[in-house]
């Protein structure tokens, strides 16, 4: 058989090129096997597969390569419409065209060991390795721009260090080579600094966008490509030093003034206004018209539009957004009005020009909407086929919350807190949309700056010097003007496709890895125990990543991973969206997107800003999140916790070559019980000792799901970074004895001393069991365990306080929110969670720690002092009935059991004050005993068959207590 041959471009998934062969016979599946038959003649000639099937297959076979790490050969399936990957292997047979193997880079060491790195401010904006280009030329311009601002703002030229920016292995960092007397120099003088960046910094700002986009507009108008190919290549800096200069003025002006005004304005609303029930924070920040939000509204007056063209709407919802881009400047299609194209045209070139320069990340390398609209136009899709919300109506519900909800304050507030709220909001207020319309910005000269490249990389591949145009963005700035010299004097231009291929394979092996936030590397007790605080991948058997809870809620979902806009024909509705970083160029994806998960960012990066807007929760920061997270696998995303747990499991067959590990097959598992995608077994989190006393007094059954994942969320603040305090293990619950154990002993210096605090709590384990140990520094305890522990006494020494008048409404709370959660729906039932049960529950777990911790203290020093004067056998009798001084808890329904049948208790007395006791109480998935309407009858028949005589039982325990105690 002849098969079709279809040429798919990788980056785009665009078919380039089709030959649909004349196909004779076929295989199908016969009963007890297969068999060769003709081709019915209507399907000889016609394509196996559409433009759409082939641009899936091209992304799939991406998606392969990249987590390989090679070429690939891959086996495939359609069945109902459904692709499945049936195998892969690596190609062997490539020759000179496959890019050679390079392993990825395994040591991170600055230029100076004595000096720090750091991956912060504007190279969060480069979150991948550097193109060769852009390493050079474009941090170049990136270096003499910034070093422009430092010295105006220093007052002093010499300050910082003349590389501003330097790469360790591909990828930026901030260069901290500083010398003593300039960091004494730069602290003497921070109080003019900061004068002089904060002083006029919006009308610097708007002066600057001003003066670059001036700058874009006069070289728009210029004939530059009549220009020679040195000349194109020296406008580049031109036009990237203004865009430069912009960020400089932005990162120096308002992104600090928003960042301090609501950082500021959440800590004095959140300490000293915010009552239980007043609206959080952000909600006074969101709902404003800047750029993205202005876009995504244009996008969808788009579509609105096209909906009411029928052939139109048509051909755009079944057409592969690739084969749209490449009708853009054509002829309308069949079946679409003439008029109709030329309008859609029109309207989709000025949605363009108007907002199509917002930019994936600073390396010129990345096309912009502009250069590539496909991702554009999948949301426009989504859109057309009446998918995501209305951006005009959210953007409008949430200026209506929070204009009612600044409107309120202002009327309940009086005095110096009036006068603090009305200052905080309205400066955060005026800063929350500056801050994204300038980020949008950006990107204005970069169409311009990449169409003068690709002119230089065309005449270059005319010249036989590169393979394609896009290839210029491989090479040396040193390479590029030799070669464009050369050029314009008429001379032969040397192949340089050698160092290209090496180049992008070197790109790629970089890719793989995860740089760390900071060098030096912190030491790897440090690492291993906040992996996502410096860049670090956990071990792969821990499944939950942490973050920075950045937008609330939790979504459980499947993730897709995304690298750049080449992947956004990927992401479906109600993905998780993960990313390095998301600017604005990424916010048409979050109407497809359930939540948000990136490696860099935090509470006040773009991300978290629109995903608060769209309503989404949103962990930011992970630092690995794009590395241990794989597109399709099912994970919960956590915004109020900041953690993402990996819930699917894979099935995988590997082999080992030499020192590399090769993946053979990979498969879902599919003969799993219910409950075995959760996190299950504690023991593959580290080498710790657990332990189920005391939390088996709990939980003594096997827990559901939901009861695990909100005690876990629950008990999360006991947890120091990747190392778990408590954990799951076949569904019970355990403590982490190491952790525990590995404080006490840091504190207590001798494990006889660690031992008598933690014995009497969490007992002593048997002889011969080592306990693994934790590295536990001073420091984590100062400035971690301490700080923690003293919140958390504070708070509970403030419930202790008030626990008799807790205690006494404590029921008639949970009696009234019972009622409430019968008439709420939907969001109304988030509310109630977020804002009612969940504080509620925290107190009341806070408040019997404390009176656990005060019972305990009382018991060992009450134990010490009456082994001392009994000795242990009369001591050990006392303790055992010390409880029998008073009622115990635990005899009140049986005690209520008789009052009832003496008539001392009613029915509905006894519902409210025992209802919700029963064998599992803790179990959220065990109903409670008042939801079944027969359960107090077959508890008073229980009680009349076992003929307890309460008040005896009660009398002969309060013998045997005085006969011990005399």
């Known amino acids: 058989v002849t098969p079709d041959t279809i040429i798919v471009d990788k980056a785009t998934a665009r078919v380039l090129e089709r030959q649909t062969a004349d196909k004779q016979v076929m295989t199908v599946r016969v009963d007890g096997g297969t068999?060769?038959?003709?081709?019915?003649?209507?399907?000889?000639?016609?394509?196996?597969?559409?433009?759409?099937?082939?641009?899936?297959?091209?992304?799939?076979g991406v998606q392969v390569e990249e987590l390989c790490g090679y070429p690939v050969d891959i086996e495939w399936a359609i069945a109902d419409g459904e692709l499945y990957l049936l195998q892969s292997r690596p190609i062997t047979t490539l020759g000179e065209t496959a890019l050679p193997q390079v392993p990825p880079?395994?040591?991170?060491?600055?230029?100076?060991?004595?000096?720090?790195?750091?991956?912060?401010?504007?190279?969060?904006?480069?979150?991948?390795?550097?193109?060769?280009?852009?390493?050079?030329?474009?941090?170049?311009?990136?270096?003499?721009?910034?070093?422009?601002?430092?010295t105006v703002f220093f007052g002093r030229p010499g300050l910082m260090p003349e590389e501003l920016i330097i790469t360790i292995n591909g990828y930026a960092y901030y260069n901290g080579e500083f010398t003593a007397k300039q960091i004494g120099q730069i602290l003497l003088g921070s109080?003019?600094?900061?004068?002089?960046?904060?002083?006029?910094?919006?009308?610097?700002?708007r002066d600057v966008r001003s003066r670059y986009k001036a700058t874009v507009e006069e070289w728009q108008a210029r004939p530059w490509r009549e220009s020679s190919a040195t000349e194109i290549l020296h406008s580049v800096p031109e036009i990237l030093g203004p865009a430069i200069a912009y960020y400089g003025a932005l990162v120096s002006g308002i992104i600090p003034a928003a960042w301090i005004s609501e950082g500021l304005f959440t800590v004095v609303y959140d300490r000293l206004i915010k009552r239980k029930n007043d609206p959080s924070a952000p909600t006074y920040l969101l709902g404003f018209d800047s750029t993205p939000i202005l876009a995504e509204k244009a996008l969808y007056d788009l579509a609105q539009w096209a909906r009411t063209r029928a052939g139109l709407a048509e051909y755009l919802s079944r057409t592969p957004a690739t084969q749209i881009v490449a009708q853009l400047d054509g002829q309308s299609p069949p079946d679409v009005n003439a008029d109709d194209w030329r309008e859609w045209q029109s309207r989709f070139r000025v949605y363009l020009q108007q907002y199509g320069a917002t930019i994936y990340d600073l390396d010129f390398a990345n096309p912009t909407p502009a250069d590539d609209p496909t991702p554009v136009l999948e949301t426009c899709k989504l859109f057309l086929r009446g998918e995501g919300s209305n951006p005009h109506a959210r953007q409008h519900a949430a200026a209506e919350r929070r204009e009612q909800a600044t409107q309120a304050m202002l009327n309940r507030l009086k005095g110096l807190r009036l006068r603090l709220f009305r200052s905080l909001v309205t400066r955060a207020q005026k800063y929350a949309p500056q801050r994204e319309d300038g980020l949008a910005d950006i990107g204005l000269g970069y169409p311009l700056v990449r169409q003068m490249l690709l002119e230089v990389g065309h005449r270059l591949v005319q010249a036989g010097g590169i393979a394609e145009a896009a290839d210029v963005f491989w090479l040396v700035e040193d390479e590029v003007e030799r070669a464009t010299a050369a050029l314009d004097r008429g001379e032969p231009v040397s192949s340089m496709t050698d160092a290209v291929r090496q180049r992008k394979a070197l790109w790629q092996a970089q890719k793989r890895v995860t740089p760390p936030v900071s060098l030096p590397l912190p030491p790897k007790f440090l690492t291993k125990m906040l992996p996502g605080q410096f860049g670090v991948q956990t071990d792969a058997a821990t499944r939950v990543i942490?973050?920075?809870?950045?937008?609330?809620?939790?979504?459980?979902?499947?993730?897709?991973?995304?690298?750049?806009?080449?992947?956004?024909?990927?992401?479906?509705?109600?993905?998780?969206?993960?990313?390095?970083?998301?600017?604005?160029?990424?916010?048409?994806?979050f109407a497809m997107a359930s939540a948000v998960v990136t490696d860099v960012g935090g509470p006040l990066?773009?991300?978290?800003?629109?995903?608060?807007?769209?309503g989404i929760p949103a962990v930011l920061g992970t630092g690995v999140a794009t590395k241990r997270i794989r597109s399709g696998q099912v994970i919960t995303v956590d915004g109020d916790a900041g953690t993402v747990e990996i819930l699917e499991m894979d099935d995988v067959q590997q082999r080992r070559g030499g020192q590399e590990e090769h993946i053979l097959q990979s498969r879902p598992i599919t003969t799993l019980t219910a409950r075995d995608p959760f996190e299950w077994n504690a023991t593959l989190a580290g080498d710790y000792l657990w332990t189920n006393m005391n939390v088996g007094e709990v939980f003594p059954a096997t827990m559901t799901p939901a009861t695990r994942s909100v005690w876990q969320e629950l008990l999360r603040n006991m947890s120091l970074g990747e190392i778990p305090a408590y954990g799951n293990i076949a569904g019970r619950m355990y403590l982490n004895y190491s952790l525990t154990y590995s404080f006490l002993l840091k504190i207590k210096r001798k494990h006889e001393r660690a031992m008598s605090v933690i014995g009497d709590a969490l007992?002593?384990?048997?002889?011969?069991?080592?306990?693994?140990?934790?590295?536990?520094?001073w420091r984590t305890i100062l400035f971690r365990l301490v700080p923690r522990e003293f919140r958390n006494e504070l708070k509970k020494n403030r419930l202790r306080k008030a626990a008799p008048e807790f205690l006494a409404t404590v029921r008639d709370r949970c009696l009234e929110v019972r009622k409430r959660i019968g008439a709420a729906q939907g969001d109304e039932l988030i509310s109630l969670w977020s804002d009612e049960i969940r504080p509620l529950w925290h107190d009341v777990y806070l408040l019997q720690d404390k009176m656990n911790e005060e019972l305990t203290a009382l018991t060992r020093k009450l134990k010490a002092e009456l082994i001392e004067f009994l000795g242990d056998d009369e001591a050990n009798a006392l303790l055992t009935t010390i409880s029998s001084a008073g009622e115990l808890a635990s005899l009140g329904p049986l005690v209520g059991l008789a009052k009832l049948r003496s008539g001392e208790l009613s029915r509905e007395e006894y519902l409210r004050q025992y209802g919700h006791r029963g064998a599992d109480e803790n179990e959220l998935a065990a109903p409670r005993p008042y939801e079944d309407p027969d359960w107090l009858d077959r508890e008073l028949a229980e009680f009349d068959r076992a003929a307890v005589d309460v008040t005896e039982m009660l009398e002969k325990r309060d013998a045997d207590f005085d006969t011990v105690r005399q």
Request: aromatic residues 6%; positive net charge; hydrophobic residues 40%.
């Open 35 to 60: 068999e060769t038959q003709p081709v019915p003649d209507e399907l000889r000639c016609a394509p196996v597969l559409s433009d759409e099937q082939a641009a899936a297959l091209a992304r799939l």
């Open 105 to 150: 880079p395994s040591e991170w060491k600055g230029p100076n060991r004595r000096a720090k790195y750091m991956r912060v401010n504007i190279v969060e904006l480069m979150p991948n390795p550097l193109t060769p280009l852009f390493a050079t030329l474009g941090r170049r311009v990136i270096n003499a721009s910034m070093n422009r601002l430092m």
């Open 191 to 205: 109080v003019g600094i900061m004068k002089r960046m904060f002083t006029g910094a919006e009308q610097r700002w």
């Open 763 to 777: 007992g002593v384990p048997p002889a011969g069991v080592e306990i693994p140990l934790i590295p536990v520094s």
């Open 605 to 614: 990066s773009h991300g978290s800003i629109v995903a608060r807007e769209y």
């Open 546 to 589: 942490r973050g920075t809870p950045c937008s609330p809620g939790s979504v459980t979902a499947a993730a897709r991973v995304l690298h750049g806009p080449q992947d956004f024909p990927q992401m479906q509705p109600g993905d998780v969206l993960v990313a390095a970083i998301t600017t604005p160029a990424w916010t048409p994806l």
